[in-house]
């Protein structure tokens, strides 16, 4: 708040950070005496310590978009949450392309097994509602019927890819 401007109030801050890039770290070649698990566990617990404190003042809205990429130590986190989060004022929103992600997959269906999930599945775009989608995007358009459709069917009917494929 207070700096001036002057690049000498910085110089200190620059000299740390110039150590730290310079030092060097012993890294463990393997992971023999780590407890995976147990590591796991207490980074989720970490986490849901959080939104809980933040929860507590205000509800929380999390959205989670594109759970197919996400690994397997996200997706531990992530139902670690949906099974704890109890009745803390948190709502978890996540999507996902289904069929992309084993341990997603697998995830979520133990998720549904434990009732702690519900799910929205949305179907692809039918070619009118896809013509649609690109006409307004593109409006006014001389695009052929006979492209759409192609496109519509590449794109499986996902908008955001259609969207995107056009603007390439």
Not at 38 to 58: C, F, K, M
Request: aromatic share 6%.
């Amino acid at each position: 708040d207070n700096w001036t401007g002057s690049m000498s109030q910085v110089k200190p801050v620059q000299e740390g950070l110039k150590l730290k890039i310079q030092s060097k770290f012993q890294v463990r070649k393997n992971l023999e005496g780590v407890k995976i698990e147990a590591e796991r566990l207490r980074i989720s617990e970490n986490v849901l310590a959080i939104l809980e404190e933040q929860a507590s003042t205000s509800p929380i809205l999390l959205v989670l978009e594109d759970l197919h990429w996400a690994d397997e130590n996200s997706l531990f986190v992530f139902r670690h949450l949906a099974r704890n989060i109890g009745s803390s004022k948190i709502l978890m929103l996540a999507t996902a392309r289904l069929a992309e992600n084993k341990i997603l997959d697998s995830t979520i269906s133990d998720m549904k097994n434990d009732g702690i999930l519900e799910d929205i599945a949305l179907e692809e775009l039918d070619t009118d509602n896809a013509q649609d989608l690109l006409n307004g995007l593109y409006s006014p358009n001389i695009i052929p019927k006979e492209f759409m459709l192609k496109l519509a069917k590449q794109c499986r009917g996902n908008p955001f890819f259609m969207k995107e494929l056009l603007a390439q």
